[in-house]
Each structure stands twice: as C-alpha cells, then as structure tokens.
C-alpha cells in the first residue's frame, strides 16, 4: 500500500502565496505519476495539476496555468511531489487533495477514476 500526507495548506491573502507538499510512503516504487486535485465546498474534485514519474511531463488545469507548477522529488524511497501556489485568487479557496497512479498516465491524465491512491486532503483558503 501507499500512504500520502499533505502539508502546507493555511489561510493567506488573495495575490499571496503558498506551497503544498505531498509526502509518499509505503510501497512508493509502485507509484508513478502524481497529481493534485482540489474540492470546492458544494463542488466535485477537480483536477488541478499533474507531473509524470520522471517529473520531465506536467500538465495544469487552465484556470491555474502561469500561476501554479508542479514538481517533484525522488530519492531513492523518497517520492515527494510539491505544488507552489502563486497569484492565489478567492477561487482557488478548496480542499486540496494528492493523488496517486500505478499506471503511469503520460501524459499526466486529469481524470480522479485513474489515480490509485489518495490523501486526506490540505485546506487552502484564500481571503479576498
């Protein structure tokens, strides 16, 4: 099994900033690509941002595109993928959730029903 932790979600102003972190552990050398999704009260999860196994492919959703990217970090057990958030706007205010694939969609795939594994979720809320 694999297990993964947000980190990094608070409360900040529109136009601030803020970096999420997802921490893999577990049976990480079955996971391939990652993703961060994001859930609205009231709203269905949405994609938000997705980074291949080797991290060279990423894919954003278009109303976070130039304000969002993507990264990640594997070493050796380590498998930790990064969201940095900039130009935060009262919209993006969600539960932010990281994602996990077996399959290795590439590029990055948007749909939640190919993502394996899941967090518990990170709030972010943005404060006009």
């Known amino acids: 099994q694999v297990q993964l932790v947000e980190s990094g979600g608070g409360l900040v102003q529109a136009g601030g900033s803020l970096r999420l972190s997802c921490a893999a552990s577990?049976?990480?050398?079955?996971?391939?690509?990652m993703g961060w999704f994001r859930q609205a009260p009231g709203k269905e999860r949405e994609f938000v941002a997705g980074i291949s196994r080797s991290g060279g492919r990423t894919a954003y959703a278009d109303s976070v595109k130039g304000r969002f990217t993507i990264s990640r970090v594997r070493v050796n057990a380590e498998n930790t993928v990064f969201l940095q958030m900039n130009s935060l706007k009262p919209e993006d205010t969600a539960v932010y959730y990281c994602?996990?694939?077996?399959?290795?969609?590439?590029?990055?795939?948007?749909?939640?029903?190919?993502?394996?594994?899941w967090g518990q979720g990170t709030q972010v809320t943005v404060s006009s």
């Open positions: 577990g049976r990480t050398f079955s996971i391939s690509t």
């Open positions: 994602a996990a694939d077996r399959s290795g969609s590439y590029p990055p795939s948007s749909s939640r029903d190919l993502y394996n594994y």
